[in-house]
């Protein structure tokens, strides 16, 4: 195996881009370069002069296993070469428990002081955003982007829902322990190497070998702003979307959570759509930040047909997964049953088919309990002479929309039932289905009941009721919640008040 000299890495460094005054954060590995002579100390000693007196050399010093952290004595788990240059005489060094960086040469001082203080662990007033400030580099020898620490600058400044607080201990400089709390804080895992072929083909990254290592060089301050550019509309840009992947899926779920909450309406699931199980369904509603349910059918069993013992036992684990129960779905109601239902499970209210008893619907209308009413098998008009007739019992008391039920009594759910009827006056609940004239369920917006234009109307007017995702079955209910998601990014945010 060839040997490796100080002079050869410095040339290399210079055809790849580093120059004379340049400040530099490095993540590498020293194995990948080859038989380095003097190790560690050659490469640090090959940077310090390809940056020379004016420029300055940065490399992450975090991962200590101390539960206190000290910049005089933890070690990092960085690799030899931060290990080497941390222990340095004339190397300075963070005191962030968390994000800690060491540094030598111009501007190691302005860099690493105050870190500790900073509100972001990689934001603002800390080693990463400083080395933009100065329109530093970064530098990755033998390692990939997912070694890139510089890339959660991005993401934390970017606030996304999926970062979490993290809490870390250090030493000040009176040897005291300091614990703080910082918002933010990057999780487990990133698709970091997702962004390489982007990179290139937008100029940010120049490539090239020192020794038997791959090499990459990048300006900290333009990617750090096409960064910020891509994230203001593509909050998963850094997220893994393998499917079986714990760390991405909940970290995508909480993106989907925090969109959900921008909405004026309330996102709930159908439970006889989202699975056939307690836990089945609470995956399915976890996975895309849905935290609320409808209960009509659990098992194939109607809730208010359940026992008793095994609906406490439903809705103790819908408590504990934080999922509320927005409402239940009364089959062939009995008014007695409803307070019951109602005070057992919390629910803000109860849905009834519209071909329930109208003596029955009356006197639970007069109960002053909220009462959506789900039109099956009438038409529009039909629906807005019964809701008009239950008004005048109590103002609690609306339509459950349900389009593929239009669908099947020859109506156009949206350009006739909505536009066309006084419907649209007393809509609270609108379900998220689609299908065919022939009762046929199908995926959204692959049937006829133009679910994307009432979706899009309500949301014009700012409705403040409840969408309930349906499905075809529960094995399709992931694909339909997909594709709801994907008709609110495509209608786009709306905006604040």
Not at 458 to 471: A, D, H, T, W
Request: glycine fraction near 8%; charge should be positive.
């Amino acid at each position: 195996m060839d040997v490796i000299t100080r002079n050869d890495i410095i040339s290399a460094l210079g055809k790849l881009g580093l120059e004379k005054g340049d400040h530099v954060i490095v993540h590498s590995a020293l194995s990948s370069i080859g038989n380095v002579a003097g190790g560690a100390d050659t490469v640090i000693d090959a940077l310090l002069e390809a940056v020379g007196e004016e420029g300055t050399v940065v490399v992450p010093t975090f991962g200590s296993k101390d539960k206190v952290f000290d910049p005089k004595k933890s070690d990092t788990t960085f690799g030899i070469i931060p290990q080497t240059l941390w222990k340095r005489k004339n190397a300075l060094r963070s005191r962030h428990p968390l994000a800690s960086v060491a540094a030598v040469g111009a501007k190691a001082k302005w860099l690493v002081e105050g870190h500790e203080t900073a509100k972001i662990a990689h934001g603002y007033n800390t080693p990463y955003t400083k080395l933009a400030e100065l329109d530093g580099k970064i530098l990755l020898v033998g390692v990939d982007q997912d070694r890139n620490t510089f890339l959660h600058t991005a993401e934390e400044l970017a606030r996304w829902p999926y970062l979490k607080p993290a809490k870390g201990s250090y030493l000040d400089a009176h040897g005291k322990t300091i614990t703080k709390t910082w918002p933010y804080f990057p999780g487990p895992h990133r698709n970091f190497i997702g962004l390489q072929s982007w990179l290139k083909s937008s100029g940010l990254v120049s490539r090239g070998m020192i020794g038997s290592s791959v090499a990459q060089l990048m300006r900290a301050k333009p990617l750090l702003a096409a960064l910020l550019e891509r994230l203001k509309v593509e909050p998963d840009l850094f997220l893994s979307q393998n499917p079986n992947l714990p760390d991405g899926i909940w970290q995508n779920a909480d993106i989907l959570r925090a969109r959900l909450k921008q909405e004026a309406f309330t996102t709930a699931a159908d439970s006889q759509c989202a699975g056939r199980y307690l836990e089945e369904m609470i995956d399915n509603l976890k996975r895309f930040g849905i935290d609320n349910i409808v209960l009509s059918f659990v098992n194939g069993v109607a809730w208010n047909r359940v026992a008793r013992k095994m609906r406490g036992w439903y809705l103790a684990g819908f408590k504990l997964a934080g999922i509320k129960i927005a409402a239940i779905k009364l089959i062939n109601p009995n008014d007695a049953d409803v307070t019951q239902l109602l005070k057992e499970s919390k629910a803000g209210a109860v849905i009834v088919s519209s071909t329930s008893d109208i003596a029955v619907m009356s006197k639970i209308a007069s109960s002053g309990v909220k009462m959506y009413i789900e039109n099956i098998r009438i038409s529009a008009n039909a629906a807005v002479e019964l809701m008009n007739r239950l008004d005048k019992k109590s103002s609690n008391v609306q339509l459950a929309f349900n389009p593929l039920e239009f669908v099947q009594v020859g109506e156009d759910p949206f350009s006739k039932t909505y536009t066309r009827t006084n419907v649209k006056r007393h809509i609270g609940l609108l379900y998220i289905n689609d299908g065919l004239a022939t009762g046929e369920k199908t995926s959204l917006e692959q049937g006829l009941a133009e679910i994307k234009e009432l979706i899009s109307i309500l949301r014009c007017k700012r409705f403040n009721g409840i969408f309930v995702l349906q499905s075809p079955n529960c094995e399709v209910f992931a694909e339909n919640a997909r594709k709801f998601m994907d008709v609110l990014r495509e209608l786009g945010a709306c905006p604040a008040k």
